[in-house]
């Protein structure tokens, strides 16, 4: 709330000044959070049963129990509800190393995202089939990208500003190309193997080392 609350609205030359926005209390935060994951979850549980161009927001709304002025409340349209869930799922694994405190050696989540990926394979199926992973590993290698230039900081590696951003965009780019690869020979590779083959293409090219 506004620091002024109480003490009536201020006054300007012209006329009763605008009230400053009022925060969001974390109940409202908390609800917000809970109707988004429904609809993604929704979503996502119709892109298993039916092609993603055949679902409807309707549908969405009827499995999530929303109400349509609540759905676009938030979003524009499925396709935004979807990117949406996108970028929220990327900026959980790009951050989760940090966020846990693991060596910054480690410069991303490879195990558990490819484990994450092997266990949901359909939901790539109907992601692909729908035309959509070149819009998922465009937002995907964004979110990597700025976490591996926070990494290579913390691991100590010494670059100037844009030789930096370039490696940590690079970086961003092999992880997406190693999972396309490792997509395409049918997961064969264990995640752990990945990882480990991962970091070090990845150590190998950082200079210095």
């Known amino acids: 709330?506004?620091?002024?609350?109480?003490?009536?609205?201020?006054?300007?030359?012209?006329?009763?000044a605008a009230?400053?926005?009022?925060?969001?209390s974390a109940r409202t935060d908390r609800r917000v959070s809970r109707t988004?994951?429904?609809?993604?979850?929704?979503l996502v549980e119709l892109m298993h049963e039916k092609p993603f161009d055949d679902i409807k927001?309707?549908?969405?709304?009827?499995?999530?129990?929303?109400?349509?002025?609540t759905f676009y409340a938030h979003y524009r349209d499925k396709d935004d509800l979807f990117l949406s869930d996108v970028e929220d799922f990327?900026?959980?694994?790009?951050?989760?190393?940090?966020?846990?405190?693991?060596?910054?050696?480690?410069l991303a989540p490879v195990t558990e995202l490819f484990?994450?990926?092997?266990?949901?394979?359909?939901?790539?199926?109907?992601?692909?089939?729908?035309?959509?992973?070149?819009?998922?590993?465009?937002?995907?290698?964004?979110?990597?990208?700025?976490?591996?230039?926070?990494?290579?900081?913390?691991?100590?590696?010494v670059m100037e500003p844009?030789?930096?951003a370039a490696r940590a965009?690079?970086?961003?780019?092999?992880?997406?190309?190693?999972?396309d690869w490792w997509l395409d020979k049918g997961l064969k590779a264990d995640p752990k193997e990945m990882d480990a083959l991962f970091h070090r293409m990845a150590w190998s090219g950082v200079a210095g080392e």
């Not at 988004?36 to 929704?42: F, I, N, Q, S, W």
């Not at 927001?57 to 002025?69: F, I, N, T």
């Not at 990327?90 to 050696?105: I, N």
């Not at 965009?169 to 999972?179: P, R």
């Open 1 to 16: 709330m506004s620091g002024n609350a109480g003490k009536g609205t201020a006054e300007t030359a012209d006329g009763p």
């Open 169 to 179: 965009h690079a970086l961003a780019g092999s992880l997406f190309a190693l999972m």
């Open 57 to 69: 927001v309707q549908e969405v709304l009827d499995r999530a129990g929303v109400v349509r002025s």
């Open 19 to 24: 009230k400053p926005p009022r925060k969001r």
């Open 115 to 157: 484990t994450h990926l092997a266990e949901a394979r359909e939901l790539y199926a109907a992601v692909k089939a729908a035309g959509k992973v070149n819009d998922v590993q465009a937002l995907g290698r964004g979110f990597f990208a700025r976490s591996f230039e926070e990494r290579l900081r913390g691991a100590g590696v």
């Open 90 to 106: 990327f900026k959980m694994f790009s951050t989760v190393l940090t966020r846990h405190g693991a060596s910054p050696r480690r």
């Open 36 to 42: 988004r994951d429904v609809l993604g979850d929704a």
């Open 162 to 164: 844009v030789e930096l």
